[in-house]
């Protein structure tokens, strides 16, 4: 057992329930969890999962981050190489590997390098992450939970600039995919309520449009709320910002919601202010969705019962049944279907306007993210 | 009634407490709200607060911001022979203001105006500040609040920081004063939870000193979480960072955890990552306090007692009783007394070292804050 990437408010969740399924499980004669991730499997950190105290896994469940620490290496061919020895050594008969893009062609490289070396390993994906972004599932577990957050925060600051007007641009998480940025917005129940502008990182946004679109709707209520995702980029396909990360997967701009307040300050001479809850945003315990943390144990379980049936190669998927209340089963894609592939917001589901509602996601977040309640406001009967 | 300042998440149950005292009192009328604070009383945009539905105030006073809105204006002379013109025309017997150190200075100047004058005015504050920094009352209503949200805000970073070891720098709000870096230690139980060094205002911080921290304390645990405050002064008691707002308080650095995060990176060649949740640390409605939300209730209702009683230029204060358990009373203190003081966090208090525990100020916390319950970890049974 072991994780890759970014811990989520649910990993620890998923790992819960994978413990549950094997000491259910007689014929598992043990459970071994590597210490940060890949990093443990290659550097012999290996504890024994079974050692532990069973009352302990209630807690574990409900904490953010990763019990067993994570890791985002890239992994080599020789990294394969060691990775199958030490399993040898171990006598491992399954891998289970929890996490997001990465984790995926991770485990697909590893189920390769096996058959290629011969050995007999299952090799099982549990997906995860708060952007969303993973192919071959309905969505994936730590996604709820941080639209959760960032609905509720977009909410509560809004209520803080509806008392205080000015302009407020809040840095959503998601990288390259609008999912969390779609998420900001399920508080929303008019036009007057935030965020008043979401924009997705699926389209390219030129400054002057921002600077017009902001400046619209403060003539109009006074006060803007722009929720906007950190791999938002310009016109010029360029991150916003002085301080760019350029990773594997992206160039990430550190300072994007203080710059474009900063310049945003500037184009319209009205002051804006940033806010940035990145980290927060995907561990808040306070904030996760009780859904969520229930199907991320849930694949956990699953995990275990794919490796048992010996789906080798595959990756537990969340499936959405029809009907009329929300209803997912657990069931496996294969990696090859997942891995290297990146999933976005659906290009028919992103809005005309920054301004739109977007009800068609609105119908398929609530049922995971749970009813985020919006406030009551005065009616303010004027005495003259 | 009135606000002024940047809101809290207990402000608005402030104004639940004053309607449902003036509500109570049948030798009461009427009772006005105005608009965006002071903008509101100069601008004649005042509402009729007993033509709201009563059953409407529960919800009210459990939503963050300011149902009536605030201001930040500066009072001049001339605003205060407006404000007293209008509030004689509309026979106004009291006025409350809710709000932190420039309204309560607001407060004071009308009571001094209206006595120059000779009007009959009783003027009564009501404390509000998330930092804590009002003089003459044992704590503010709002600085709970936002203490309980950074000290889950560091614990649930922590954690992630934990499971994806590195140097994550957190930025507190609280100003001039550490109150609220003090907050941030509370779900602290031992040297290896976080925050694992904290920086107090009332301190200039030498940049060299915080990179010698970070890298000793990184060589020990593989991993810091820092923890400090937006008004941060360097060595020479400069802002770090770029963009500086020079408020009429003190200068205030608008990227501070991010400069200081991309200082360390480049000094210490271990990557860092800031973050910084300010607008929802004053504003988060689910980590709010519910101790903080009953008194500053209760301050509301304070203060209209006080007006009947004719405590004209007197603050609501909370005073905490002896004996074991938690016992506050709410009495009145001068606004002479309150009024341009700034309480900084005791010099007594302050840590010798930036890693050291803060048993007097969490003794003294935790009633207001609640319990931040912290998180298990596994034993981590090695298999080797």
Known sequence: MLHGGGPTAVLNASLAGVVEACRAEPSIAALYGAERGVEGLLGDAIVDLFAEDPGLWEDIARAPGSALGSSRRR???ADYEQMLATLDRLGVAWVLLNGGNGTMEMALGLHHAARTAGANLTVVGIPKTIDNDLAGTD???GYASAGRFFASCLRDVGADNRALPGITVLE???RNAGWLAAASTLARRGPEDPPHLTYFPERPLPFDSLAADVERVYRKLGRVVVSVCEGQLDANGEPFGADVRVSSRAPLALNLAHTLAQ??????????RSEKPGLFGRSCAALASETDRIEARNCGAAAV???LAGRGGYMVSIQRNPGLSYNPSYNFTPLEDVAGRERLFPEHW???A??????AFRAW???ITGEIPSYKNLRGVRIF
Chains 1, 2 share one sequence.
């Open 172 to 174: 959503v998480l998601g």
């Open 139 to 141: 969505h994936t577990p």
């Open 354 to 359: 920054p301004e739109d509602d977007l009800p």
């Open 75 to 77: 992994i080599t061919d």
């Open 365 to 367: 977040a609530l049922p």
């Open 305 to 307: 019962r794919g490796a």
């Open 350 to 352: 992103l809005p005309a």
């Open 263 to 272: 310049r945003l300050t500037s184009a319209l001479k009205i002051p804006a």
